[in-house]
């Protein structure tokens, strides 16, 4: 298995909090992903990086920040949390192409009050 | 924009075949990936098409028409354990994926 680590892997909290999710790669892989998935839904892209400090935003962005200042850490910050971010949040990883299969981790089931 | 469509439940019977469908619409195709994901746990990838035809991994296939914008996944001698999401996700030139939302799949005994 891909070596990926999401923490923490539960979280509850109060609408208006700030929350940061943290992904760990051990992979030295250049890409990696956040995503929500919502009951019966797919995933949705919050925002992916292709290098340290680079990032871009997925179909989802609002509300949420990334930050990737090494390669093997990757962060995603809800500014002040809302109820409807109440969600599981999947990170990945791949490598370079596009014929390149994402790994997951084990996902972080947040819940805001 | 991207749409990709999969029907939201299946149910089958052990030992059976099965096939899994797919549409998309979008622009700047690049591959499609199936992954496997099973009721509270992370999404397994299990096969990538990029050229028409199929791919045969095992007990599980997966067949792409570019034309169409169609693909399928089918599983062959299914066994419970095939109980879970399927979900089938498009990559463009850009290389972002877009997920559809996954299909159920029960196996009954």
């Known amino acids: 298995d891909a070596g990926i680590t999401q923490s923490p892997r539960h979280k509850v909290t109060e609408t208006g909090t700030p929350v940061t999710l943290r992904c760990h790669q051990t992979?030295?892989?250049?890409?990696m992903y956040w995503y929500r998935q919502d009951p019966g839904h797919g995933l949705r892209l919050i925002h992916y990086s292709y290098g340290v400090k680079d990032t871009d935003k997925g179909e989802v962005s609002d509300g949420y920040s990334v930050s990737r200042s090494k390669t093997e850490d990757f962060l995603l910050t809800l500014e002040s949390a809302t109820s409807s971010q109440t969600s599981v949040y999947f990170c990945a990883i791949s490598e370079q192409g596009l014929n390149q299969p994402q790994h997951f981790g084990d996902g972080t089931r947040l819940s805001i009050l | 924009g991207q749409n990709i469509d999969q029907p939201t439940e299946m149910t089958a019977t052990e030992g059976a075949i099965v096939q899994i469908n797919c549409t998309y619409q979008?622009?700047?195709?690049?591959?499609l990936f199936w992954y496997q994901q099973h009721a509270g746990e992370a999404p397994t990838f299990l096969s990538y098409n990029v050229l028409d035809g199929l791919e045969e991994k095992g007990r599980f296939s997966s067949f792409l028409s570019r034309s169409k914008g169609y693909s399928y996944l089918l599983l062959k001698e299914l066994q419970m354990k095939d109980s879970a999401s399927y979900l089938c996700?498009?990559?463009?030139?850009?290389?972002?994926?877009?997920f559809g939302d996954g299909t159920t799949l029960t196996v009954k005994p």
């Open positions: 992979e030295n892989h250049r890409y």
């Open positions: 996700a498009v990559i463009t030139n850009a290389g972002k994926s877009t």
């Open positions: 979008t622009s700047g195709f690049n591959g």
